[in-house]
């Protein structure tokens, strides 16, 4: 797996930057509360690249942000197009942070994997 620039880094509200996959990917996202979180969450949402970019968010799950520097992840199958984790729940007394790491594609192909 290939660990890419976070899609929210230490943030606390909004929707982050978004995890290109132009090839079909298994993705595995880690979320990570910084300092003493009292409530937050976070959504994992993909958009289809079938559809026009960044016009229909369909989420795929909501995870609470850990507590006291804890990590959840979640992870999903092939996939393609577009992700974002949004802060759903805005993160109190801490921050939130969340790393993709994407399973490497095939050697003889350019990886056009990337974090926008």
């Known amino acids: 797996m290939r660990v890419l ?20 990917r298994r993705v595995r996202f880690l979320i990570r ?16 690249e079938s559809t026009k970019p960044g016009k229909f968010w369909t989420e795929l799950a909501t995870i609470p942000v850990p507590v006291d ?19 759903s729940r805005p993160v109190s007394n ?6 993709p790491l994407v399973s490497r594609g095939r050697p003889d192909q350019p990886d056009r994997t990337r974090v926008v």
């Open 5 to 24: 620039k976070p899609l929210q880094d230490k943030a606390t509200t909004g929707a982050g930057k978004r995890l290109v996959l132009p090839e079909p």
């Open 94 to 99: 801490g921050t939130v942070t969340v790393t």
């Open 69 to 87: 520097n804890g990590l959840a992840q979640y992870y999903t199958e092939e996939a393609s197009g577009l992700f974002r984790a949004r802060i």
């Open 33 to 48: 509360g910084e300092g003493p979180v009292s409530a937050g969450a976070v959504t994992i949402e993909c958009c289809p």
